[in-house]
């Protein structure tokens, strides 16, 4: 049984369209993620949430809306796509807010042309 | 604001040899929480190795040890005997109380047979 996953696991689209991904983690953790991976390999966190409070929103443009229907799923959702937005998106879970480790989904390659 | 720093952007091991990854940090607080990860070209996030600042006892599993000097903010990473899956990019990552997870700009090493 895969852990965590994500859907779709490659996105390609046009600029300025509305697109979503999905999270999901079966390992009954209550704080899930989402991380960027730019092209140069740099991972930055964009949100955390926690028995689907918000936690952490790191300074992400307002085209980012993250959304918690439960503890087990994180979608994001990118309205207007930019070039900009063309990386390698991954959700991860983890067990409380301090310390434990992190576990990863598999990515989801997004490119905007 | 915490930053991690991996000055070794790529590095290479003969199969079977051992290899050190470098990772420094800056912090001020006192309770963190330290890791390394694995990105293999499948883009997998996988956790090779944590370590608790708490605890002076350095982490290891199997090949992988840590050399973890707490005044020093370093946090290295020893592969042993190294495989030729071990071929990935790793990153060191830095976790504080709070629940953000900061990573470094990676290392991408390669196993040579």
């Known amino acids: 049984d895969t852990a965590v996953s994500q859907t779709p696991k490659y996105l390609v689209t046009q600029m300025g369209n509305d697109k979503s991904i999905k999270c999901e983690q079966n390992?009954?953790?209550?704080?899930m993620y989402w991380y960027k991976q730019d092209s140069k390999k740099f991972l930055k966190i964009m949100f955390s949430?926690?028995?689907?409070?918000?936690?952490i929103n790191e300074t992400v443009p307002n085209r980012f809306s993250p959304k918690s229907p439960d503890k087990a799923h994180l979608n994001l959702h990118i309205n207007s796509l930019e070039l900009g937005d063309s990386a390698v998106y991954f959700c991860?879970?983890?067990?409380?807010?301090?310390?434990?480790?992190?576990?990863f989904g598999p990515g989801t390659r997004l490119l905007v042309l | 604001a915490q930053t991690v720093t991996q000055s070794q952007p790529e590095m290479s091991v003969q199969e079977a040899e051992t290899v050190t990854l470098s990772c420094t940090y800056d912090t001020s607080e006192s309770n963190y929480y330290l890791f390394w990860y694995k990105q293999p070209p499948s883009r997998q996030m996988i956790l090779v190795i944590r370590q608790e600042a708490y605890k002076q006892q350095n982490a290891t599993e199997n090949r992988f040890s840590v050399n973890f000097q707490k005044a020093a903010k370093s946090f290295s990473l020893k592969i042993s005997d190294s495989q030729l899956g071990d071929t990935a990019m790793y990153f060191c990552?830095?976790?504080?109380?709070?629940?953000?997870?900061?990573f470094g700009g990676g290392t991408r090493l390669m196993v040579k047979p």
């Open positions: 949430y926690n028995n689907k409070e918000l936690i």
């Open positions: 390992l009954g953790h209550d704080t």
């Open positions: 990552a830095f976790r504080n109380a709070g629940n953000m997870l900061t």
């Open positions: 991860a879970s983890s067990q409380g807010r301090s310390g434990e480790t992190q576990y």
